[in-house]
């Protein structure tokens, strides 16, 4: 079908990865038998925070067995510097109205939780039937606010990945996996 960028075509600019593209394949794949098996029978829709949500919203999707309804958001936190305020902008909202709804939030990451934790509040005051988060990743160590996540792929260190929809500067989004950069890329 198509080759995908591997640690080898990164050089010098990978350190390490941290979670493989058949981990995430694999746990993406446990995910989706969890959700369907609590969804079953239950008209579900999922909402992916863009963009680094892409990818697994698209695989997930993939791999969950029932029909379900998808839906992006854009949302854009921003304070002093490269660290989260809490305080959130909606760039792009939902096309679909989730009242009465089954709704599960995709996230490729969970950092400080400040920008979900606003967008839990926000969409759960839309009157969902029900109102999940799935991540991919999340950094315990990181979190500011405590978040009920029922679906969670892998914790990981409280260290600046990319990969699988994460970025640096825009790039390494289609990454297969998740990494580390080498500090010469950000000059660290």
Same mark, same amino acid.
């Given at each position: 079908?198509?080759?995908a960028?591997?640690? @080898?075509d990164?050089?010098t600019d990978?350190?390490?990865v941290l979670?493989?593209k058949e981990? @995430?394949?694999?746990?993406l794949?446990?995910l989706?038998?969890e959700i369907?098996?609590?969804?079953?029978?239950?008209d579900? &829709?999922?909402v992916g925070? &863009?963009? $680094?949500?892409v990818?697994v919203?698209?695989?997930?999707?993939?791999?969950?067995? =029932?029909?379900?309804?998808m839906?992006?958001?854009a949302? =854009?936190?921003?304070?002093?510097?490269t660290? =989260?305020s809490?305080v959130?902008?909606?760039l792009?909202?939902?096309?679909?109205?989730?009242?009465?709804r089954?709704?599960l939030?995709?996230e490729?990451? @969970?950092d400080?939780?400040?920008? &979900?934790s606003?967008?839990i509040?926000?969409?759960?005051?839309?009157?969902?039937?029900?109102?999940?988060?799935?991540?991919? &990743?999340?950094?315990?160590?990181?979190?500011?606010?405590e978040?009920?996540?029922?679906?969670?792929?892998?914790?990981?260190?409280?260290?600046f990945?990319v990969?699988?929809g994460l970025?640096?500067?825009?790039?390494?989004?289609?990454?297969?996996?998740?990494g580390?950069?080498?500090p010469?890329?950000? $000059?660290g």
């Amino acid at each position: 079908m198509y080759r995908a960028v591997n640690e @080898i075509d990164m050089g010098t600019d990978l350190e390490k990865v941290l979670v493989s593209k058949e981990d @995430i394949e694999a746990k993406l794949v446990e995910l989706a038998a969890e959700i369907d098996r609590d969804y079953a029978g239950r008209d579900l &829709l999922i909402v992916g925070v &863009l963009k $680094g949500a892409v990818m697994v919203m698209a695989d997930l999707a993939r791999a969950l067995s =029932s029909n379900v309804t998808m839906d992006w958001m854009a949302v =854009s936190s921003y304070g002093a510097g490269t660290k =989260s305020s809490g305080v959130v902008r909606i760039l792009k909202d939902l096309d679909t109205d989730i009242a009465g709804r089954h709704v599960l939030i995709v996230e490729d990451i @969970i950092d400080s939780g400040l920008t &979900l934790s606003w967008l839990i509040s926000n969409l759960g005051s839309r009157g969902p039937a029900s109102l999940e988060v799935c991540t991919l &990743l999340r950094k315990p160590e990181a979190a500011k606010v405590e978040i009920d996540v029922k679906y969670t792929g892998f914790d990981i260190p409280n260290e600046f990945v990319v990969g699988y929809g994460l970025d640096y500067a825009e790039k390494y989004r289609n990454l297969p996996f998740v990494g580390t950069l080498a500090p010469h890329v950000y $000059g660290g």
